[in-house]
Structures are given as C-alpha cells and as structure tokens.
C-alpha cells in the first residue's frame, strides 16, 4: 500500500530556533516528492524534489530528498513565527501521477 | 495572476440538501482534483479528472458524490444528499500533466452540514 509518513506530528520551537520535518515514502512508481506549506487556508507548494541528494534552497527552508532511503527532510533554520503552519509532503506516482499525501507537520513557532 | 478559484468559500446547510461546489483551474491546466481535508482524515482524493474526463473517482462515496467537468474552464462536485459527516473543507487543484508536477490549490469551500 502507497504511503507518506511525516514525523513529527506536531512541534514546538521558540524563534530563532533551527527545525528538521521528515518525510519517508513508500510510493509505487515514485517519480518525485512535494513540499507544501498550509496555513489558514489552501496548501501553497514549497519544493519538488526529483534527483537524490540536490539541495532545493528558498531563503531559509531547504530540502533535500534520499530515493535510496525513501525519506526527504525539510530545513528551516533561524524560525520566524510566520513560519508556523502545517507543513505537507506528498509524493507523486509517475504511473497516474497521483499525490500521496502525509498526515502533515504542525509546527508552532513561539516568540 | 493565475489562480485556481472557487466558489462558494463558506457554505452551510442543512442535512439532506443539495451541495453543488464550483472550480475553476488555472487556464491551461488539464489536469483537476478534488480533495476533502478534515481534522481526523487529512487531505484525501475524491477524484481527478484529465482533458475533463475522469480518472480515478475511488475516494468518493459514489451513492451520494458526484464530480463532473462541463467545459475546460469549470469543474463541479456535488453532494446529494448532504450529511453532517460530510463537513469539511473542500479544496480543487490544478495542474498541466505531463510537463508539471506540482498541484497549485484554490481557497477550498469551507462546507458545514447542519
């Protein structure tokens, strides 16, 4: 059975603070992995990853994605409380190109 | 700028009548899906459709969902008739298959059965 698990399920930092947010897959004709960020409302895409080990960088988020391990992290160093959010993988079967989606990390950041 | 749009954001109603959300993707984009996102389930395929005809409808209770696209520029999801367990927040997304990956969303329908 296709599925994305995220860990944490929720986490707590004070600003400034550095978090990692895991992702590891187990999708049936992977072609690639999504990152998205969910504040109040709809999803807002982050990052796709295709290739192993190259670094997508945005200002302070970067990720990165292992297809031999099945796992991709998301970084974001120096936290700002606009980073606090539901942050969203998924990966993308080539075949249908349907996303398989995480439950989703809920990080809170803290002034 | 190019946006996925739909309407109506906020519905609320009363159990047994009839639902009808509206999606209009990102022009170009020929590829639309329908999630539903809840606190409990997350977000979860109801079911997407490709040049406007249907893919894969699997997630959607068939006995009172349906989803239809009219036209390129306009896809329906309707529920009929509606019950509590069905409130929840309603997103579209678009995308062009094959070139790109990436679904962008719209505002979803914020929808409340009384």
């Known amino acids: 059975e296709d599925k994305v698990v995220q860990s944490p399920l929720s986490l707590v930092v004070h600003e400034g603070d550095t978090v990692t947010l895991n992702c590891s897959y187990e999708v049936t004709n992977f072609r690639s992995l999504l990152w998205y960020k969910q504040e109040k409302k709809a999803p807002t895409f982050l990052f796709m990853l295709?290739?192993s080990g190259i670094e997508k960088k945005s200002g302070r988020l970067s990720s990165i994605l292992d297809k031999k391990e099945l796992f991709s992290i998301l970084n974001i160093t120096a936290t700002q409380t606009g980073d606090s959010a539901i942050y969203l993988c998924a990966g993308l079967m080539d075949s249908n190109y349907q996303l398989i989606w995480g439950a989703g990390t809920k990080l809170i950041i803290k002034p | 700028d190019a946006r996925v749009t739909q309407t109506p954001r906020h519905k609320v109603t009363e159990m047994g009548q009839e639902v009808t959300m509206r999606c209009q993707p990102i022009?170009?984009?020929?590829?639309v899906f329908w999630y539903r996102q809840t606190m409990m389930q997350g977000l979860e395929l109801l079911a997407y459709f490709r040049n406007r005809a249907p893919l894969d409808d699997s997630g959607m209770p068939k006995d009172r969902f349906s989803a239809e696209m009219p036209d390129a520029t306009l896809a329906t999801l309707k529920i009929q008739p509606s019950e509590p367990r069905d409130s929840a927040v309603y997103f579209c997304?678009?995308?062009?298959?094959?070139?790109?990956?990436?679904?962008?969303f719209g505002p979803g329908t914020r929808l409340t059965v009384l």
């Open positions: 997304a678009s995308a062009q298959r094959p070139r790109g990956d990436t679904q962008y």
């Open positions: 295709t290739s």
């Open positions: 022009l170009g984009h020929n590829t």
